[in-house]
């Protein structure tokens, strides 16, 4: 019996599921890829097509000829030219006062919270489904003593503002109850598959912000992606929060590295709040000249990440059998989510099927290809494209996938 319907129709469709999550590196929570399978055959003769994440992208030759004329010229990151230069481009871009270097998206958002929060006990708001909520260890109250109070995330990612507004706290200094301080946005949204928030929102989150004297920060580790959707400069997404924190690597291709800005007064806050934490590094030169060519020049290659998406979107949408659920209007950037409608079929086993080489797979396919995607919030599968993959790659995952398809209803049939 094949192994596309082995879990089908034994009735051990957990058992399957879980060896599919156990093939490709998961346990029973959420975490990524740590391996794509080997296949017996030579290297040379495989095609990975890596959806995991946009974090596994790799630097190109310009980035990667920066970081080498920066290696000489390293110094203590408080005096370093490059990163100096740096944190300019990103505050001159997001029309804020200032920018500080961090090393990751996960620091930067937890920095932006001990900045904005300076009492323990006093509260942040965020969405239930946000990555600051869910995917960040809770460390605004493990490290900062920050309370989160949650509003419901809306498909598009953004939340109904009367219950935005009645999460806020009123009555401080009552000893009894937190201080309502800060809101958290998160622009692209990564759960609800890439959404850009839309700017009247912002606006209107901005408007009750101000009336009540709270912060809006945002978790814009896909910022950029968001301006290139809308056709828009970040400032004009921006202007409606005091501070945000950007990933360098992803889309932009960076190694490593994240910024945070907001105004100068918040900068110095946040730099002792780094500092506190671990994230000031010395001979920092060569991740700073990474990030000021991801600023500098691959903003402009994002719209290809969100045309392979759509591309990839429709292709499953289009699949005979209709095998698929995916909302094209949700498929705004360079996040495709998707749920399976085969009850017998879990993400786990579809994405393992499509890392795996099957018997005669070659022959149909022309090249054994390997597309690594990851079973995602919700019972989905979530793809995520980026510099690393191609147009032609995009076509190659979607033959992988009708593929898998067919051979899935083809043993399906036998079954029954």
């Known amino acids: 019996m094949s192994v596309l319907m082995r879990g089908a129709v034994s009735g051990k469709r957990h058992g399957a599921a879980a060896a599919g999550a156990a093939l490709l590196g998961w346990g029973p929570t959420r975490g990524y890829l740590n391996i794509i399978p080997k296949t017996r055959h030579p290297a040379a003769h495989v095609r990975v097509v890596d959806l995991r994440t946009d974090t596994v992208t790799k630097p190109g030759p310009a980035m990667l000829q920066a970081m080498a004329a920066a290696a000489i010229r390293a110094e203590l990151i408080s005096e370093d030219p490059i990163v100096d230069e740096l944190q300019k481009i990103a505050a001159d871009m997001f029309g804020m006062e200032g920018a500080l270097f961090i090393p990751t998206g996960t ?3 937890l920095v932006a919270v001990m900045s904005h929060c300076l009492e323990r006990g006093n509260e ?7 990555h600051m909520h869910i995917y960040e260890q809770g460390s605004s109250a493990q490290v900062a003593g920050v309370h989160t109070n949650t509003v419901t995330t809306l498909p598009n990612g953004t939340f109904d503002l009367d219950e935005l507004e009645s999460k806020i706290r009123h009555n401080y200094p009552h000893p009894s109850q937190p201080r309502s301080r800060l809101i958290c946005l998160e622009n692209t949204h990564n759960i609800k598959g890439g959404r850009v928030l839309p700017l009247t929102f912002l606006q209107e989150v901005r408007a009750l912000a101000d009336r009540y004297g709270l912060s809006v920060h945002m978790d814009g580790a896909r910022l950029l992606n968001a301006a290139v959707a809308q056709g828009v400069h970040p400032h004009t997404i921006l202007q409606h929060t005091h501070s945000v924190s950007m990933c360098l690597n992803k889309g932009l291709g960076a190694p490593v590295g994240s910024v945070l800005a907001g105004s100068q007064d918040f900068i110095n806050q946040a730099e002792r709040m780094r500092y506190a934490l671990g994230g000031r590094m010395g001979q920092v030169s060569v991740l700073a000249a990474a990030g000021k060519v991801s600023l500098l020049d691959m903003v402009g290659r994002l719209e290809e990440d969100h045309r392979n998406a759509k591309t990839f979107a429709q292709a499953l949408l289009d699949c005979d059998p209709p095998l698929f659920g995916v909302d094209m209007a949700s498929v705004e950037t360079n996040i495709v989510v998707f749920h399976l409608r085969e009850p017998s079929l879990s993400p786990s086993e579809f994405c393992a099927h499509m890392v795996q080489v099957g018997e005669g797979e ?16 919700g ?7 980026h510099l690393g993959i191609s147009p032609e790659d995009t076509q190659l995952a979607i033959q992988k996938m009708q593929y898998v398809v067919s051979q899935y209803s083809k043993e399906k049939l036998k079954a029954q």
């Open 107 to 109: 620091m930067a958002n």
């Open 124 to 130: 942040m708001i965020v969405g239930d489904q946000s």
């Open 362 to 377: 070659e022959a149909a396919l022309g090249q054994i290809v390997q597309v690594a995607m990851i079973p995602f919030f």
């Open 379 to 385: 019972n989905s599968v979530r793809a995520v494209w």
